[in-house]
């Protein structure tokens, strides 16, 4: 068995090809060599690296093995394999009506593996703070910190914290108190914290013809909401074909409301 680097040198990381030179997310990934990964930037948390580990534990989902993860003066380093197959984005518009069906009854099963794994907060996997998309619209850009939160009405209420902070001066109108009712109600009689990839776009699903290879990216991923993994998964979906076969393999019940909720946090801060 080939021995896997612990530590990668600078040297090496200089030399490395950067798979994502456009990459707005404030990390790079770094192809350390042909079958080794490196998810390096001040981003870079170590609740994705304990996803990892968890799923590979856990379930039968094709994600990378984490060879090595640690944090040098707040940036964050995870190393990793690297997942065969090509982004779904890139093939998917080629691809025959059965091969997307396939490729999409896959990842059912797979997301299904995954949401079986509860966990006991709303919060990253390491115990860190909500990664989730709605606590990510600052109007003034400060980044904040929402949870752990332990219990649904503090999560609801943590919502609504992330809605006053994307109005100018932190100040909620009078136009949000009907949404803000009803956000503080929401899912209050479900106390279910179900594991969440939280950005699952075509860009993070790896494919081999109408195989699926890989879910990478868990950056995003938590202890969440059950409607949450829909939503996201929904939300940046802009192929109507794609849209419309997601939604055979999440529960859309809810959808409407929290694209309501992101959608008035947008609204002001663009983000």
Known sequence: MRHQPSIVTLEEIRSAKDLCPHSMGGCKILEINASTILKVGPMVQMGEAEALCLLRKRTSVPVPEVFNAYTIADIGFILMSKIPGIPLEQCWK???????????????????????????????????????????????????????????????????????????????????????????????????????????HQSNITVNGNVVTGIIDWGAAGYSISAREYFCLRWQALDLEWRDLISTILDVDEYEFWAEVNQSMVDYTGI
């Open 94 to 200: 080629d691809l025959t009506r059965d091969a997307k069906s396939s490729i999409v009854r896959q990842l059912g099963g797979f997301i299904r593996e995954w949401r079986q794994i509860e966990g006991p907060f709303f919060g990253s996997i390491d115990g860190g703070s909500c990664e989730d998309v709605l606590f990510q619209h600052s109007w003034d850009a400060k980044p904040r910190r929402y949870g752990p939160f332990l219990t649904r009405k503090e999560f609801n209420q943590g919502v609504v914290e992330a809605l006053r902070n994307s109005r100018p001066n932190a100040q909620l109108t009078k136009r949000d108190k009907p949404l803000v009712e009803r956000i503080l109600v929401s899912g209050d009689q479900d106390e279910t914290k179900v594991l969440t990839h939280g950005d699952l």
